[in-house]
């Protein structure tokens, strides 16, 4: 492995969700993750999330198991685990325990609602996480009920990439003072962080309620998905004045007869727009806008997006196994990252691997 994180040894108490994809993003950057799986859990090649790990079973109930976890964490840089506060406490693997081993040790903590706090060994999925964060409710047309966005917000973005985030601010931060850290992640705190820039417009007066009134959340006919006559869809995002004007322009409509910033018009604007992109096939709608600087592109399908020129262009996605998936990213010039299978060896290998492999000061 290449990456900016190579030499970084990283240990994984296997999970699902934002746990995997943090290590995933440390993984592909470079960094030497070991996994820990349950001994009954079958490992999967195919498991896109678990690349480039070396998988152990370990039995976390055994004190073979336990040794096994402080021998590997006394020579890590990073442990990340994502059970319930308490758990690793009571199995002897708590970070009191491990950074008694290893001062440096950065200890990641992915969880819902937190280390602390009267629901934080409340059971919850991404859905309820950025619920109670306030997020999900502005995911919503006026009028209607909210929408949730896949787990995209609370388990990978709120979740998993601020865990690795933190994982590395806190590496630099152990190479400066000699010192590790606990690093609770909560996916309720990283929603709600994502929702900052309209936090700052509320206050501002620039954001209004209900949901499903504004800019960018659905309220505005020049910022709003349009279904086409064959029954696919156009994304526009017309928000400054010279794309908006182009945009008109593409439609077919004068520009004087449609203001941009009159909120009362907007749902009688939304209609004619809608009626319009329904009038031609998401094909001709391409045609139009190629080209046009007017914020007004094709809804692509997650499967089929991969076949798009930007991204060919770009190499954005890979093929592991036979099945295509996005990149790493970003992109790194000069340690560029990478993705290698996943592979599994006993405790032992383990253990001698990472007393001998190359390892670097993160």
């Not at 979740?159 to 400066?176: D, F, H, I, P, Q």
Request: with cysteine; hydrophobic share 40%.
């Amino acid at each position: 492995m290449s990456g900016p994180l190579k030499g970084v040894r990283v240990l994984e108490l296997a999970g699902i969700g934002p746990g995997p994809f943090a290590c995933m993003l440390l993984a592909d950057y470079g960094a030497d993750v070991v996994r820990i799986v349950r001994p009954s859990k079958a490992h999967v090649n195919l498991d896109v999330m678990a690349r480039g790990r070396t998988v152990v079973e370990v039995d976390l109930k055994s004190s073979t198991g336990v040794d096994f976890v402080r021998s590997m964490a006394a020579s890590a840089d990073v442990l990340i685990e994502g059970f319930r506060p308490g758990v690793m406490e009571r199995l002897g693997v708590g970070p009191d325990v491990l950074l008694a081993l290893n001062p440096k040790l950065v200890y990641g903590r992915m969880t819902g609602y937190g280390q602390v706090g009267p629901m934080s060994n409340v059971a919850g999925h991404d859905i309820n996480y950025i619920a109670v964060a306030g997020v999900l409710d502005g995911m919503r047309r006026v009028g209607e009920r909210p929408v949730f966005p896949m787990n995209l917000v609370g388990d990978m973005g709120g979740g998993g990439m601020l865990m690795a985030l933190g994982v590395v601010a806190s590496l630099l931060s152990a190479k400066a003072t000699g010192r590790g850290q606990i690093v609770d992640a909560a996916m309720t705190d990283g929603a709600a962080l994502l929702s900052t820039m309209f936090h700052e417009l509320h206050a501002l007066g620039s954001w209004r309620e209900p949901a499903g009134t504004n800019y960018i959340d659905s309220g505005a006919h020049f910022y709003d998905v349009y279904e086409t006559s064959d029954g696919r869809f156009m994304a526009v995002g017309a928000i400054e004045p010279q794309f908006y004007e182009v945009l008109l322009q593409r439609l077919g409509f004068d520009a004087a007869d449609f203001p941009q910033h009159d909120r009362e018009r907007w749902p009688e604007f939304k209609k004619l727009f809608s009626s319009t992109f329904r009038g031609r096939t998401q094909a001709q709608w391409i045609e139009t806008f190629t080209g046009a600087e007017a914020c007004t592109t094709p809804v692509l399908g997650m499967f089929d997006a991969w076949e798009h020129p930007q991204h060919t262009a770009r190499e954005s996605f890979i093929d592991i196994g036979g099945v295509k998936v996005p990149a790493p990213a970003p992109r790194f010039s000069e340690t560029p990252a990478g993705v290698t299978a996943s592979r599994s060896c006993t405790q032992d290998e383990a253990l001698l691997g990472w007393s001998s492999n190359e390892r670097k000061d993160p």
